[in-house]
């Protein structure tokens, strides 16, 4: 069945520095990819997303590319602030299973001054 | 600005209660979900629906139950509250069709107690 993989946290990087989490997944049709961002106390906020293969997703510095050749949709940004500080989670939907969303487990992510 | 609005933030209640989760949604959406998060392991469905009236089973329906009787409400009901049902619990609404491109507006969450 479908599902996704990302990385495990926590994550701990100082202000500035580069950001990858990577996230993979299976699916047996044809999915659209998802970053969503959590922060503290708060729901899940749609990041990006891509709907197809190699599409980029951009927001907020974030970037991820849809790679269907290594099933993967890495997130990445290249100068973290603390206010990045937050989870994020890799999602998927698959329009040949009713657009049911499929979500990793989430990765922590703390960036420290 | 769309939202998805559920009535609270915090709720502690006592085992064997009854307890209802609220969600509102003002998109006009026909799809709502209720996820319930746990640390490591991530998001998982309690049950969906498609249109009103209608509800389908998640991937951990035991010990719940939904009702949605108009299109922009969807509630939650534990029927018997335990301790074990402690969570954080995330209502999502989404637009059929888009809902694949467009993703899930979630709401703030419920962090439910039981004690």
């Known amino acids: 069945g479908d599902s996704v993989t990302q990385m495990e946290g926590p994550v701990t990087l100082s202000e500035e520095a580069f950001l990858t989490i990577n996230c993979t997944y299976t699916?047996?049709?044809?999915?659209?990819l998802f970053w969503y961002v959590q922060y503290p106390g708060e729901g899940l906020q749609l990041l990006l997303k891509?709907?197809?293969?190699?599409d980029k997703g951009s927001n907020k510095g974030f970037e991820a590319t849809y790679r269907k050749e290594t099933t993967s949709f890495h997130l990445e940004k290249g100068s973290v602030q603390v206010s990045d500080s937050a989870v994020y989670f890799c999602?998927?939907?698959?329009?040949?299973?009713?657009?049911?969303?499929?979500f990793g487990t989430g990765t922590s992510l703390t960036v420290i001054p | 600005d769309v939202k998805v609005t559920q009535s609270s933030r915090y709720l502690v209640k006592r085992t064997g209660e009854k307890v209802f989760l609220e969600c509102v949604q003002d998109?006009?959406?026909?799809?709502m979900f209720w996820y319930r998060q746990d640390p490591g392991l991530g998001l998982r469905l309690i049950y969906f629906?498609?249109?009103?009236?209608?509800?389908e089973k998640g991937d951990i329906p035991e010990g719940y139950s939904v009702s949605r009787e108009k299109k922009e409400r969807f509630s939650l009901i534990l029927e018997s509250a335990s301790t074990n049902q402690t969570s954080m619990y995330l209502c999502?609404?989404?637009?059929?069709?888009?809902?694949?491109?467009?993703?899930?507006?979630f709401g703030s969450g419920t962090r439910l107690t039981v004690v």
């Open positions: 999502a609404s989404s637009s059929p069709g888009r809902g694949t491109n467009y993703g899930y507006t």
């Open positions: 699916a047996t049709g044809y999915p659209s």
């Open positions: 891509a709907t197809k293969a190699d």
């Open positions: 999602a998927l939907s698959d329009r040949r299973r009713g657009n049911q969303f499929y």
């Open positions: 998109m006009d959406h026909e799809n």
């Open positions: 629906s498609y249109d009103v009236k209608m509800k």
